[in-house]
T-cell receptor, first 118, second 114 residues
């Protein structure tokens, strides 16, 4: 089975701090994703990576950056945390069998990190 | 841009009933559609992925169908059990350059009453 591991289940940080959320997958997947999930808004894509050092912005990239130095690890960085970034953050990965279409394989999710910014 | 709608937002049924969850999408030029389950405070578990060349996909008591022409998918759960209680989400990719990006519905919260 695919295993996507997020480093923390719960995290509390202060406004202005630089925050790192880590995600590791063990299935050699090419694609990795970061989402946030908020009540009433559903899941929204923050960033997507289709290869080491490659990234694409999702719907809500403002205030975030990402790093993918190794294929199995995808990090989400809050450069200067703000209270409106309090949310549930979900990481996902998928294989990429068809280079013409990156979404042909199912996405597998981690258990999420519930981040509170005080 | 893809939009995904799930109706109803919540559903409560007695144990043993068969039920149908609905998902509609606006951009019908999709390659596939995926159904997920989410338990409270947890991540998403992939249930079924239906490729556009298929019309149905089955896993145990779950059966998902896809009708691209009408922009609809349904998830059928047979003989529901209390352990099926969760939020069910469907997700569809966009077409063309946005094909990697899944758009999620807001989910149907299912409660199966013993």
């Amino acid at each position: 089975d695919v295993k996507v591991t997020q480093s923390s289940r719960y995290l509390v940080k202060r406004t202005g701090e630089k925050v790192f959320l880590e995600c590791v997958q063990d299935m050699d997947h090419e694609n990795m994703f970061w989402y946030r999930q908020d009540p009433g808004l559903g899941l929204r894509l923050i960033y997507f990576s289709y290869d080491v050092k490659m990234k694409e912005k999702g719907d809500i990239p403002e205030g975030y950056s990402v790093s993918r130095e190794k294929k199995e690890r995808f990090s989400l960085i809050l450069e200067s945390a703000s209270t409106n970034q309090t949310s549930m953050y979900l990481c996902a990965s998928s294989a990429n069998r068809d280079r013409a279409f990156w979404g042909d394989q199912p996405q597998h999710f981690g258990d999420g990190t519930r981040l509170s910014i005080l | 841009k893809q939009e995904v709608t799930q109706i109803p937002a919540a559903l409560s049924v007695p144990e043993g009933e068969n039920l149908v969850l609905n998902c509609s999408f606006t951009d019908s030029a999709i390659y596939n559609l995926q159904w997920f389950r989410q338990d409270p405070g947890k991540g998403l578990t992939s249930l079924l992925l239906i490729q556009s060349s298929q019309r149905e996909q089955t896993s145990g008591r779950l059966n998902a169908s896809l009708d691209k022409s009408s922009g609809r998918s349904t998830l059928y759960i047979a003989a529901s059990q209390p352990g099926d209680s969760a939020t069910y989400l469907c997700a569809a990719p966009g077409s063309g350059a946005g094909s990697y990006q899944l758009t999620f519905g807001k989910g149907t919260k299912l409660s199966v009453i013993p």
